[in-house]
């Protein structure tokens, strides 16, 4: 079923909107939370709050991409899910993505946080879309989906040298758009 079929299921309230979304999109929420989880009954909590999150959210709001709409919602859950549960102990594959990326993105503690996160990620979209295709598509999965180096070698058919040095030079370059941004 088409993207704009869906919504239009949600804004009728029908429960076809749920069995329509898992149908098209179940195996990418459980993807995206089992590579931050690691753990498949709390993926599935996951999962399952991103269909009642989206039952929520839509409407008032009409997304205009519902794959990237949802994958956000079940992605913040699974984070969230991730901190509750460890708090006093780190998942190594979360923990090694969020320590690459470190020095590219400033201290986030500020007043103005909210509007900054804004900017930040206005930013990083326009840094996104000036990236070549391959480039794009390793970064997005390894900081966005949490895929290990492995699975993003596997899924492009690329050596472990070659994806190491995408992501090394697309944050370099990722640091430097963000210094030319001003945040």
Known sequence: MEDNAIIELYW??????????????????????????????????CVNDTYLGAWNAIPPARPRVLA??????SRNLALKKYQQI??????????????ELEACLADRDSVGQ??????????????????DREARQVFVRRYWYFDSIKDIMLRYRLSKSK?????????????????????
């Open 114 to 131: 909210e509007y900054s996160d804004d900017r930040l990620a206005d930013c990083i979209n326009r840094f996104l879309d000036s990236l």
């Open 12 to 45: 009728e309230r029908s429960e076809q909107a749920i069995r329509e979304t898992e149908l098209k999109y179940g195996k990418l929420f459980h993807q995206i939370a089992n590579n931050i989880l690691h753990n498949a009954a709390d993926a599935e909590e």
């Open 68 to 73: 990237a709409y949802l994958c956000r919602i």
């Open 163 to 183: 994806v190491e040095s995408i992501l090394f030079r697309t944050r370099n370059k990722l640091r430097a758009w963000i210094e030319e941004e001003g945040l």
């Open 86 to 99: 460890h708090a006093a102990k780190r998942n190594p594959a979360v923990a090694v993505s969020y320590d």
